[in-house]
C-alpha cells in the first residue's frame, strides 16, 4: 500500500510539472509557438494579457524556462538568486541551437531524477518483501506453537484419564491396608502444606504490590505538590504581567510600532512568511483560483503588526496551541494550551486534544477533541452513531492529492463531508478556545491583535497548505494576519531559539551548505525531511519521505497484539465485536502516554490502568480469571493482573518498540543513500519516545544527534518563535 503511495505521488508530480508546461504555453512562451521567426513574448506579462517583447531567457525557472521582460526580469532578480539568464535580443540562429541544447540536457537529467526515484522504490520494494518474508516465518512459528499446545493439551487429557481409572481401582481395591490410607493422608497433607505456602507466596507479592503503589502514590503527591507550588508562582506572574500590560496598553502606540518594524526589517512591514521548495517568491491575490477550480499557494504576503502570536499545530492523531505576547521576550515564555474540555464538562489535564471532529446528522459541528471522542462513545453505546460524522487522522487525508474547494472526505463510517467545511470547523474551535484562555491573561484580547501561525506537513502539495488559508479564512481569520510554516522549519527554527538561550550543544545548523535530517515521529505516521541550509539563510528541502507508516500506533498495535497471546483469540475477538469504544479508546489514552515517559534505562514493571470488560469477557468464556491463566503461561512472573490494573515487565515493554525502531532506522539508511542525502551530518528528532531516540543513536552513531529539550513541542513552539521573529 504504502509503495502505491509513492509512486501515485511520482506520477501526481510529473501530472503537475505537465501542467505548468501546458500554462506556459497558454500565456506566451516559447514552448507556445513553433514558428521561430516571431518575436518572443514575456511569459509574466502573458498572465496579464500584456504582449511585451522578451529581451531575456532564464533556464532556471519552471520546466522548460521563462521569457522575460527588461521589468520582470528586475523583479525576478528581487527574491532569486544564482539563477543562469540569457539576453536572446537578436539572437543569432547558432545561440538558438545552444539554447536546444541546454533544454535537451535539463529534461536528461530531469529523466535520471526519475530512474534515480525508480530505483528507490525498488528497494523499498524489496524492504517490505523482506518485512512480509519475517511476517509468514513468525505465523510459521505461532502454528508450531499452537500444535505444540494442541498435543500438550491431549496428554493431559490422557494423563487425567489414566489417573481416574486409577482411583476407581483402588475405591474397588477391599483389601487395602490401614497403612496405605494413613500414607495416603500424609501426602494429602504435605500437598495442602505445600499449597499454604504457595498461598503466602502470593500474600506477600500482593503485600510488595501495595508498597508499590503506597510508593507511587506518595510520588503523585509530592509531584502535585510541585504542580501547586508552580501554579501559585504562575499566578503571581500573571498579576505582574496584568500589571505590565495595563502599563503597556497607557504607552502603546500603533503607528510608531509599525514604523519600528519598518526600521528593523527595511520591507516597509512586508514579512515573508513561506518559503517555496524551489526557494522562489511569487505574487499573490486571494482570487488566484484559475480555470481549472484548484487552489494554489502564494508565498509572499503583508503581515501587519499584532501585539500576540498564537500557534496552532494540528496534526494526524493530536493537536495543540501556544502563544506569546511580543512584549514580553520570547525567551522567557511561550504559553501551551495544557487543559482540554472533555465530555463530562470538566478539564483533561494534557497538552494534546485529540484530532477528531464531531458533526450531527445535519453536518452542524457538534464538538472536537475529547468531548468529541466522548460525545461520540455515548451515541455508539446507544445506537444513535450511524448518521452522525465523525472524523479521525485528519492530516492523513490531504496528502498527495489535488485539492479543490470542493474536496470531499471520509469520515469512520464511509460517509462523505466538504473538507472545507471540516476544517474550517476545527479551526474556528481552536480559535475560540484560545481566545477564551487569552482572556484570563489580563486584557481582553480579540481576535483583530493575533498573529496566527498555522503549521502544516512537509510532504503538502501547494494546493493543501492553499486549502488550509482558505479554511482559516472560513473561521475569520483575514489574510493580513495568517502565516503558514511547515513542520520540519519550525522544529529547526525552536532548536536554533533553545541552544541560543541554553547553549545545549556545539552543533552549527546556520552554517551555508548543513544538510539536518528532521524525524518527526506522530502517531501514525513518521515523517523524514532533510534541509539544506542556504548561502541567504533559508532552508531549502532536498528529500521528503512523509506518511511512512511506523508511528506510535504500530507500537500500540504490538500491545493488543500481546494482549491477544495472553488471552486468546476468542476471548480479544469477542471483546473487540462486543463493542467497548469508550474502554478501547481509554485504553489507546493509557498506552501513549506510558510509552512516551518510558526511560530505557529504567527496570522493574509498568502499570497500565486497564477497563475490567476485557477481563469479565474472559471470566465468561474460560470461567477463571486471566491471573490464573497467566499462572500457567510463559508470561508467569513477568506479568501480573490485579482488577483493573496490568503489570508488564519493562523488558517486555521495550520489545513493543522493536518492530517501530527497525523501519525507521531501515528507512533513514535508504535515505543516506541518495546522492542528493549523503553528507547529511545532523539528525533533529521530535519525538518523545526515549526508546526511539536511543535506537536512532545506537545505529548512527558518527551522525550528530540533537533532542530538543521539549521534543513534543518543538514544532508548537518553533512556529510562535517564528511568528514572533516576523
Known sequence: MKLTFLLNNAITNADERMAMSRSFKECGSDEARDDDDDPDICSHCATDGKLQPALYFCFNCGVYGRYMCGICLRQHNRFVKNHEIEKIANRS????????????????????????????????????????????????????????????????EKMATRNLEHLQNILKDKTKTAADEYKNLLAKMDNLQDRAQENDLKVKSLQHSNEELHKENAALLTELKQVKSENENLSKELIGCKNVLAVEGEKFDHKTKIQECERDTNRKGSKLIFKGKDDSYTGYSRQGEIADGKLHSGDVRTIEYKPVVVAIEIGNTGSCCAYAFKHESIRRRIYAIDEWYCGSGCKKVSIENRSVVLFDENKKFHSFGFEADDAYVILAENGEHTKWFYFKNLTMKLRGSDITRDFEIDDDKGKKMKAIDVFGAVIQYLKDYLLDQLK??????????????????????DSAKQFMREAAYSADIAESQLTIITEPEAAIVYFQMENQIEQLTTVDISSPGTKCMVIDLGGNTADFTILERQSDGGLSEIKSATGIACGENMVIEEFHELLRNITGDAVYQKWIVDGHPGDQTDLQNEIESKTRTLKTYSTGKVTFRFPDSLPNTFKEINHESIQQAIERSQYKGRITWLSDKIRIDKEIVKTLFKPCTDRIVGLVNLLLKEPGVQGTSIFLIVAKAQIVQKAIKKAFPTVNVIIPKEPDLAVLKGAVIYGHQH
Open 93 to 156: 540562429a547558432c545561440n538558438r541551437l545552444d539554447y536546444e541544447n541546454k533544454k535537451t540536457m535539463k529534461v536528461e537529467k530531469d529523466l535520471k531524477s526519475k530512474e534515480a526515484e525508480v530505483m528507490l522504490l525498488e528497494e523499498q520494494v524489496n524492504e517490505y518483501s523482506k518485512v512480509n518474508q519475517c511476517h509468514q516465518e513468525r505465523i510459521k512459528d505461532l502454528e508450531t506453537a499452537c500444535q505444540n499446545l494442541e498435543k500438550e493439551k491431549n496428554q493431559g
Open 440 to 461: 484570563t491573561r489580563g486584557p481582553e484580547v480579540q481576535n483583530n491583535d493575533i498573529h496566527w501561525v498555522l503549521t502544516v506537513p512537509a510532504i503538502w502539495t
